[in-house]
């Protein structure tokens, strides 16, 4: 139930980045039950676009200009698609516990990766991955995103494709 309380609270970011024109993926940072932390994604449009403006980079930025006083793992990154492998990165770098998101990025996604052969810095971060929650309602949106043909962003890709496939199976499970 708590997943997905999170979850709606990201999917309502997701929903302010869709109503900008943006690709919909947003995300909180929850410690003790809270949201501390929110970020949608930027900079997905044409004019302005660049790779770096995911809305897991900037629930990162807000946190870190939060006086909060948290150990990273006691806290939990709720997001609409999978982090990419560089937000997944930085979100092992950061030391975030548990990271839960909703659809499965096919193309891009970063949580399925092999730590085992990187260097230590990062093998040794494993965060608990869950799967999933509220795939359907996220997946929605980005039906909704790649349907529309005002937005180009990865239109011709694999994601979208695979987004715009009629899919019968829940990807719901849990990664450790």
Not at 45 to 73: T, Y
Not at 78 to 101: D, H, K, N, Q, R
Request: aromatic share 8%; with cysteine.
């Amino acid at each position: 139930m708590e997943h997905e309380q999170f979850m709606r609270r990201a999917l309502i970011e997701a929903d302010k980045a869709a109503a900008a024109g943006e690709f919909p993926v947003g995300c909180v940072l929850v410690h003790n039950h809270q949201v501390v932390a929110v970020g949608a994604r930027q900079a997905s449009r044409a004019e302005q676009r660049n790779e770096l403006d995911h809305a897991e980079m900037f629930a990162l930025r807000r946190l870190n200009h939060l006086a909060l006083k948290v150990a990273p793992e006691n806290l939990t990154l709720y997001s609409t698609m999978e982090p990419c492998l560089m937000c997944f990165a930085a979100l092992m770098l950061t030391g975030i516990g548990t990271i839960v998101y909703a659809y499965e990025d096919v193309m891009g996604g970063g949580t399925a990766c092999d730590l085992s052969g990187l260097p230590p810095l990062y093998n040794h971060r494993r965060p608990h991955i869950i799967t999933g929650i509220l795939r359907q309602e996220s997946l929605k949106r980005f039906r909704a995103f790649f349907a529309n043909p005002q937005n180009d962003y990865w239109r011709d890709s694999l994601l979208a494709s695979y987004t715009l496939a009629p899919q019968t199976v829940s990807a719901a499970s849990t990664k450790i």
